[in-house]
C-alpha cells in the first residue's frame, strides 16, 4: 500500500489492481489505476474488506469507510474540498481478523491572509491582502477578479501583497479573489466582494409623480461637452393623494359603515361634489345607496377635458377608499359593486408598504344565483356563495402599452347579448384616462354566470375573470400569482415584445399562457404559448385589423379552454398560493381568526337546523308562542265567551305565570353560552363573530330554505287561493330557517325570564348586560328585531330596556324620527329601505320578512337642529297577505296588526305596492285601516310606490295619479267603519300629495340577471325618493326621545 502522489490539489492513495471511484467530499472519479510505487497489499480474489482512510485538518480528524468485495482500490483526496492545512493521512485496511495499516504526512502550501480594499474608484480598485503563514521564500500570488456581467480576468503577481486593478466598469459588483501559488498548484483564499464607485448625484425634495430632464456634461478645462439627457418621472406618493381627498388621517383610523351612513347636509340637499376631498363621501354614499353612477363622480371645480392634473382617476380613488376604510366597509362596499356588476379588487396594491393584499373576506357576502348547462338543461338553478365556489379563473394582463382599451374589449367580450355593461373602468369613460397614481398593479374579479337561457348567454358555464391593472413587467408577482391560479391567462402585447415571455422558460405555471399579439397596433393575433421545454408560439387566429374582430375568437378560446375541464380553483383555496408568493390575505388579522374559531365552537352542534332549534334556543319555542297567545289574549278576549272579563283575565295572568315558569326551568344552552362568550369581546372581534355566524348559518340552511322559498312564491302566483298549502309551506320556512335573529330572540327571551327571578339570583345577574349588549349591535348597523314574526308579539321588556340602554349610550341625546314602510308582499320593502339609506335588512327571495326589524341611522351633529332629531329609526315590516293563512292562534292577522303598529309609531310611511298584483284594492284597503286606527288621522305624511313600473310622461303620470286616488276615496266610501267616522276621502286620512308622493319605480335590475347590473333609472328615483323623505323628516313635528319611543311602542301595542 503506497501514497502515490502528494500535491496541493489532492493525494492518491493506491494499490494493485483496478480502482473503485467514491463520490464524497470531493473524491475524484477513475478508471483503471496501477500504484505508483513502493509496495502493495494483496487480498484473494472474492475477499471482503473494509478500508478507512482518516486526515486531519483543523477540525481535527475526518474518515472516510468503504466495505467492498474485489481486489485493489485508489482513493483520490481532494485537499481543496476538505480544507486542509497540513495533512497527516493513514488508511486501514481490514481483511477478516487482521488489518493493514500505513500512514504519511504532507504540508500543503498556506493561503493568504485576509483581502482588504485600501481604496475604491470609479473605474479601479487598489486591495491587499496578508502574507501567507509560514510560507519562506519567493511568493507568486494569483489575483482574479469577475463582474456581475460575467466577465472574467487574472494576473500574476510576484513578492507583492498589494495590486491595483483598473479599467474596470463604473458601479458594477466585483467579485476578487487571491491565491497562493506553488510548483504544484495554488490554493485560493476565500473570495470578497465590492462595488465600483458610481458618479452619482442624488437629488432629494423632488416632487411626486412629476415629469423630470436630467442632463449630464464632462467639465474639463473649464469647457463643457454635449449633454446627455435621460427623462424620469417619480414615483407617486400614496400620502400625498389622501391628503388631496381629505383622508389622510382615516388611513390610520379608518373608515367605518356607521359613520358612512350618517345622514349629513349633502344628503338634504343633494349637492355634488365641488372639491377633491369630497369625492371619497360622494364614492361611497352613491355605492352604498346602489348608484350605478357612482365611478363617474368629480368635482365640479374640474373640468376633466382639460384638467388632467388635477382631476383624479376612479380606480385611484375607490383604491385610496379601500385602503382608509375597516374590513366590514370594505366587505360591504364589494357587495354593493358586485349587485351594480362592477368588477371588484381581489389583489389590492399599497405602494405605501409595498404591500399586496387578498380581498378574500371583503368578498364573503357576494352570492349569486346561476344555471350551468347541467341545471339549464332541467330548467334548475344553483346559488352559491363565490368565494366558496370551484370556477375556472381566466385572467387578462398587458405587456407594455396598448394602442386600444383592453378593459373595454373585455366588456364586449363579457357583455350578454342582450345589454351591453361598463363592468371594468376603462379610458374612454369619465376620467378614466386620467393617468393612474396608486391603483397600478391592482387586480380586479367579476364572474360571468349563464342564466340558462341560450339566447342570452354569451357562456354556458361559469367563469370568473381577473384584469390586472397596469404592465406586467412592473407586477411580475401578480403576473406570477395569476399564472399559478388560471386556467389561462391572456397576454395583450406587441411582437416586439415576445422575448420577454423567454423569462417564463422553466417556470411553474399551471395556466394556459394565450397571446393577443400585435404588429405596432396595426394588426392583431390570437397565439398560444408553450413554455417547457422551451418558448414556443403557434398562431391561433388569423390577423385582424381591429382589436374588436378578435372577439369571436376570443370567445372561441374561452369556451375550448372552459369545455376542457380547466383547473378549478375556489378564491378560499387561492388564498394558500397568495400567502406562499408573500401576498397579504385580509382574513389573516387575529381578530377575524379568532372570532371564527368562536364561531366553530356555535355551529359544531348544527346537524338538524329544526333539532338544534328545539335543543340550543328552547325559550323561543312553543313555551313563547303559547305566552305571546295569552298576552294577546289579555287585550283581544276572543276566547271570553262566558266568564266575566277580569276572572278570565286573571286566568290568563296565571297560565302566562305557569308558563314562565316553565321557560325559566331551560338552562342556557352549550351553543348560547358559546354565542355569548363570542359577543363579549372587544368591538371588533364581535363584529367579525357576528359576520361569521350570519354567513355559516346560511350556509347550512340555504338549500332547503330556499327550495321552500322558491315554492312559496310559486304557489301564491298561481293558487292564491289554497291557503291552507300557503300556511304549510310557511310553517315549514319557519321551522328550517336559522339565522341571527334566532340568537338574538333567544337573548331576549333569557332577560325577560331573568327578570322574574330574585334581584340577586346567579342566573339573572349573568343577563343583566345583554341589552347593553344588543345596543351597541344597533349602533353598530345590526337590524334588531321589533315584533317576533313567529310568535306574532313582542318581548316589551327586552325591547324597552335595549332601547333605554340605547338612549345611555347616545348620551340621552336620542331624539328620534321614525320612517317605516309597509305594502305589499315581494313589492321590494326591504330592498327599498336597503337601496335609500345603504342599511342591511335581510332580503329573500318567496316569504320575505316576518314581523318587523328596526334598524338606526345616526344624524350629522351640523343638522341635528334642523332635521329635529339625533337619530332615524327605520322600520322594516312584514308584506300585506290579502290571502288568509288559516291558524288557530289567529297569527294570519300578524301582517294587519304589524302594519298598524308601523303607521302609529311612524312620522313618514312608506306604502309600497306591487304591478300586477291583483290583490291590490285589498292591500290598499288594510293600509287606509292601519291609518284611520291612529288618534291624529290626516296628519301623518304619506309616500305609496309603485314597483317595478317604468316612470311615465307628465301627462301620464298625472293621469295615473289621479286614478290612484279615486281609487282610495272609492275604497274609503264603501268602509263600513270609516263612513261612521265620518270619513269620506284620502286627505281625512293622511298627508298625501298625489303630484308629490306618487312614485313609479321601475324594476331593481336592467335584463336578466345573474348579469343584470342594478337599473340606472331605479337608483335615480331612489335616490330622489330619499331627498323628498328627509325634507318631509325636516318639517314634520318632533315627537321625543327613544325613551318616549318605547312609552309609545307599549301603549300602542297594547291597543292593538
Known sequence: MVMSSVNVKMVLVGWDGWSTVIGVLGIKKRAQHTALGGGSAEFEGGDQFALQVNWWNEEGMQSLMCRETSCSRHFIVDVRAIGLLSLRLAMAVFLGMGMMVAAFRHEVVPPPGRITFLSVKPNSVLLSWGCPQGLQGPKIFRVKWSSSNKVEDFMIVKDLLRMEISNLGIGQRYEFSVATEDDDGILRSEPLAIHTEDCYKMFTDLTPDTDYVISVSTVLSNQLSERIPIRIHTEPCLGELLSKLGLAEQYENKLTISTVLEINQNDISGHKPESANSLPEAFVKRLITLDTNTRSVHCLSHNVDTDKKNAINPLDLSTAIFLCS??????????????????????????????????????????????PSIQAFSKMSCEERMVLSDVPLVSFVRLGRTAFS????????????????????????????????????LVEITWYLPCGNKKIDKFTEPVAVANLRGDIKAFDLQF???CQTSAAVYVFCDESEADYFKNLEGRDVKADVILISSVQG???????????PSFKATNESQRRKNPMELLEPLHKSISKVLESSPNKVSIANMAKTARDFGILVDEDSDECQSAKKNVNKVTRYITDTSVFKATQLPSQGQVWKAISWIENEYWRLRNNKSKNKEDYRESLKTKEKDLRQKQQRFEKSPAMSDFLHGVVTSEVQRYYFLKWLEIDLENVSWDHVSRLQNQ??????????????????????????LC???????????????????????????????PALHAQMLLDGFPVELVDGDASNIPIKWITDVLTELHNLMHSSSKVKVIAVIGSENSGKSTLLNSMFGVRFAVSRGRGTRGAFIQLINVHKDIKVELGCDCIMLIDTEGLKPHQMVENDHSHERDKEVASLAVALSDITIVSLAKGNSREEDVLEIVLQAFTRLKDKGEKQCHIVCSNMADLPAAEKRKSNTVLVQQLNKIIQKDVNMKKANITKISEVMKFDPETCCWNIPPLRCGTPPMAPVSGDYSKIVHTLKTRLLGDLRKSKERGDLTQFVKRLERVWKTL
Not at 716 to 737: G, H, L, N, T, W
Open 712 to 737: 312559496y312564491k310559486e304557489i301564491c302566483q298561481k293558487f292564491p287561493q289554497d291557503e291552507e298549502k300557503i300556511a304549510d309551506i310557511d310553517k315549514q320556512i319557519s321551522d328550517v330557517s
Open 480 to 482: 406570477s400569482f395569476l
Open 740 to 770: 341571527l335573529k334566532h340568537f338574538f330572540r333567544e337573548c331576549g327571551q333569557l332577560y325577560e325570564c331573568s327578570n322574574s327571578l330574585p334581584e340577586h339570583s346567579r342566573q339573572r345577574k349573568t343577563m343583566e348586560n345583554l
Open 406 to 441: 383592453k378593459s373595454e374589449l373585455l366588456n364586449r367580450l363579457f357583455s350578454n347579448n342582450q345589454h351591453y355593461h361598463d363592468t371594468f373602468y376603462h379610458r374612454n369613460m369619465e376620467c378614466g384616462d386620467v393617468p393612474r397614481k396608486i391603483s397600478e398593479g
Open 326 to 371: 375597516d374590513g366590514f366597509l370594505q366587505q360591504d362596499m364589494v357587495l354593493k359593486m358586485s349587485l351594480c356588476q362592477f368588477a371588484v379588487p381581489l389583489l389590492l396594491p399599497n405602494q405605501e408598504q409595498r404591500e399586496i393584499t387578498m380581498m378574500l373576506w371583503s368578498m364573503r357576502e357576494i352570492v349569486q344565483t346561476f344555471s
Open 522 to 532: 396595426k394588426t392583431f393575433t390570437l397565439k398560444t404559448v408553450q413554455v417547457k
